[in-house]
């Protein structure tokens, strides 16, 4: 027989990693088919028209910063918060690459010459705050000196003669001529910090931008200072620009909210979007980029949230809007239909996301969200529920996707939340609370701190002190009689899972173990399902009841099997997310998705289970 096997179906990834008031950088190949960018820890390399086509790059051991394209397309070069350049193969994502230090600091931009054979990275060092070297070999071809505070943005000359140009905090543009690149000049144009610079892609004009709402237009081979473009349109910081292919435009990205496309030789926008209603921190635009290659009058901008818009010239409304997580996913479950075509999930900063399995487009739930952590979702009936840090209890239409009337404060913070039989139970540092159409029908004290939480038709379990799990008989009225206590667990009781039968609990510990209980005799069926090294996080049995799947803090995913002798046998995911996995859920066609720290969701393939 073909032995059990569980392959990376698509990666549904997370959104770019933005900052207040800092340029996000945003870079698509030279066939206008791929966009790279950064988020936590990884690289994700994605198609534009197909955006569940991507790969994720995990080379980075520090949060990532800044990924570029080489113009050949055959190679990115990705930089991270502590200073480190890698420099790697998209076809060949597995392989590391190679990695060179740059400096002490956070890597703000990186360059690549026409020839992709020289790079200029730069950012917040301590001694120096740039480095020229060549990427196959890192061997030094000139130096970046001439600022005296972080660099933000280098751009670089496609053509010989070669130049290149460096913009940043202290408010100079320090001009280079290469190779090797040497020092030339420094124009003063800008007040204040400089964000973003860009060459033409003829090599003729350079443009720089920045906090002082200035355009500014240099000449190419010299760095010679010519006129500035959109005095007083813009009316807050330009964080980044970007030249169509033709070298005729450019468009810009703003914190006022709003993306302008400018004639250049005219120096008038020729189309403007804005968005947001009003001050929407949110709609802040921090990136921005016209894909060379496409016919289609394409421009990406990347807003503070985090969301990648499609807009082309001519049309006033996006074409298109990509959302996702961009803090680490805490907790995925799937549509309470358990048709398995969607899933919600729940992020680090509140955030709450539908996702379409089919398409792999993620659609945040409109209304005011969690403030803080989402603790847990339960789905029950149409609904999903979610428990916050923010000690609130919100409801979620599942068909509207939108937050159902107020939320509902609890008593104390969550740990966990379950629903079953029309009564929604949350877990909190005090006892068990039982809510139905939302409001509050029962609340049972404990003497322990409960820990996880999972329900069933007639049972509710709580992780409890001393490793055990306290068993409650349940009715509608939400009221809990203390049933069993199940003492025979390693570690504190972290996890918690009934199967949809409701004849069997799976309880994993802080350890990494996970135990089988079957339902009303309460006896041991499975204690071999041990090979997580870190505590259990998720826990999700298949609609059969035969099988179950669980992430760890170990980034590892399992796949169990409940029959005696194969509760050996262990189907593994190694290192399905970076940092953790937070969620796991059987979707349609028996396939299972993970989601986890490094805030993407991924949809496995699982074949031949025993």
């Not at 990532?64 to 918060?81: E, I, L």
């Not at 670089?156 to 130049?163: A, E, T, V």
């Not at 959109?230 to 070298?247: K, L, N, P, R, Y």
Request: glycine residues 12%; aromatic residues 8%; charged residues 20%.
């Amino acid at each position: 027989m073909a032995s059990p096997a569980i392959t990376i179906n698509k990666i549904l990834a997370a959104a770019p990693a933005t900052t207040r008031g800092q340029p996000t950088q945003l870079s698509t190949d030279s066939k206008g088919q791929r966009i790279a960018y950064a988020s936590g820890k990884s690289i994700f390399v994605r198609s534009i028209d197909s955006p569940d086509d991507c790969k994720e790059y995990t080379g980075h051991t520090a949060a990532t910063t800044v990924a570029r394209f080489a113009p050949n397309g055959f190679k990115v070069a990705s930089g991270d918060a502590a200073g480190t350049l890698r420099v790697w193969e998209p076809e060949n994502i597995d392989n590391a690459g190679k990695e060179y230090s740059i400096i002490s600091g956070r890597l703000n931009d990186i360059a690549w010459d026409g020839e992709s054979q020289r790079i200029i990275a730069v950012g917040d060092g301590r001694e120096q705050f740039g480095r020229c070297i060549t990427a196959d070999s890192g061997n030094s071809v000139g130096e970046i000196i001439g600022h005296s505070k972080a660099v933000n943005a280098v751009a670089m000359k496609s053509q010989r003669p070669f130049r290149a140009a460096t913009v940043g905090d202290d408010g100079n543009m320090v001009f280079y001529h290469g190779a090797p690149y040497k020092f030339n000049d420094k124009s003063t144009q800008h007040k204040g910090f400089v964000f973003g610079a860009a060459y033409s892609p003829d090599g003729s004009s350079l443009v720089t931008v920045g906090a002082d709402k200035r355009i500014q237009l240099y000449d190419g081979k010299t760095g010679e200072p010519g006129k500035h473009i959109g005095e007083g349109e813009h009316t807050g910081s330009i964080f980044a620009v970007s030249w169509s292919q033709d070298g005729k435009k450019i468009a810009t990205a703003s914190a006022d909210q709003s993306v302008k496309v400018w004639d250049v030789d005219s120096g008038k926008a020729t189309q403007s979007w804005k968005f947001g209603d009003g001050v929407s921190v949110g709609d802040q635009q921090v990136g921005v980029v016209i894909p060379h290659g496409r016919a289609d009058g394409l421009i990406i901008s990347l807003n503070l949230r985090g969301e990648l818009t499609y807009l082309q010239e001519g049309k006033d409304k996006p074409v298109r809007v990509i959302q996702g997580h961009d803090k680490g996913i805490t907790t995925m479950i799937r549509t309470s239909d358990n048709k398995g075509n969607a899933l919600w999930t729940g992020s680090f900063d509140g955030r709450i996301c539908h996702w379409d399995v089919k398409t792999g487009t993620a659609a945040v739930v409109d209304g005011q969200s969690h403030t803080n952590q989402v603790a847990q979702l339960a789905g029950a009936s149409g609904k999903a529920y979610s428990a916050g840090w923010d000690d609130t209890l919100r409801m979620v239409d599942e068909s509207a996707k939108t937050f159902l009337g107020e939320s509902v404060t609890l008593s104390a913070q969550p740990k966990g939340v379950a629903a079953a039989d029309g009564v929604v139970y949350v877990a909190t540092t005090s006892g068990v609370s039982a809510y139905s159409n939302g409001k509050l029908i029962k609340e049972t004290s404990t003497t322990y701190t409960p820990g996880a939480i999972a329900a069933t038709k007639g049972f509710v379990a709580v992780g409890a002190d001393q490793n055990s799990v306290k068993v409650y008989k349940a009715d509608s009225s939400g009221a809990l009689q203390e049933a069993q206590s199940l003492t025979n667990s390693t570690g504190t009781i972290s996890s918690l899972a009934f199967s949809h039968d409701g004849a069997h609990l799976a309880a994993g510990n802080s350890v990494g173990k996970i135990y089988v209980y079957k339902v009303g005799s309460w006896e041991v069926v499975a204690d071999r399902w041990s090979a997580h090294t870190a505590r259990v996080t998720c826990i999700n049995w298949d609609d059969t009841g035969a099988y179950a799947a669980s992430g760890s803090l170990d980034t590892n995913v399992f796949i169990w099997c409940l029959e005696k002798k194969n509760q050996g046998k262990r189907i593994k995911a190694a290192n399905a997310h970076k940092d953790g996995v937070s969620g796991v859920a059987w979707i349609e066609g028996g396939k299972l998705a993970s989601a986890g720290n490094d805030a993407t969701v991924k949809i496995w393939d699982v074949q031949n289970l025993p």
